[in-house]
């Protein structure tokens, strides 16, 4: 099993920038995709961002594109997203997940483990 801890969730202004993190414990050599994903409130889940471990490569819904960054660090098995010029519609809970197939898949029900969430909300 894998245990997946996010944290650095908080309240923003719009403008403002927040880092999130998501460490991975357990069985983590298992772990070959990390991605987050996020649910605002009456809202589906909708992924955010992902990154491959074979070879860093990085997907990104359109949204996030040229606002957040996705980034790991191998030897903490830790999984970062940095938000940058956060918006209002930017508020949710954000959740990372991982899995043990390399595909960083944008779909919520391809990942195998998943963490308990960290909230994020930015005011107008």
């Known amino acids: 099993q894998v245990q997946l801890v996010e944290s650095g969730g908080g309240l923003v202004q719009a403008g403002g920038s927040l880092r999130l993190s998501c460490a991975a414990s357990g069985r983590t050599v298992r772990i070959y995709t990390m991605g987050w994903f996020r649910q605002a409130p009456g809202k589906e889940r909708e992924f955010v961002a992902a990154?491959?471990?074979?070879?860093?490569?990085?997907y990104y819904t359109d949204s996030a594109k040229g606002r957040f960054t996705i980034s790991r660090d191998n030897a903490k098995i830790t999984v970062y997203l940095q938000m940058n010029s956060l918006k209002p519609e930017d508020t949710g809970s954000y959740y990372c997940?991982?899995?043990?197939?390399?595909?960083?898949?944008?779909?919520?029900?391809?990942?195998?483990?998943w963490g308990q969430g960290t909230q994020v909300t930015v005011s107008s």
């Open positions: 997940a991982a899995d043990y197939r390399d595909l960083a898949s944008m779909t919520g029900d391809e990942y195998a483990y």
């Open positions: 990154i491959r471990w074979s070879d860093s490569r990085t």
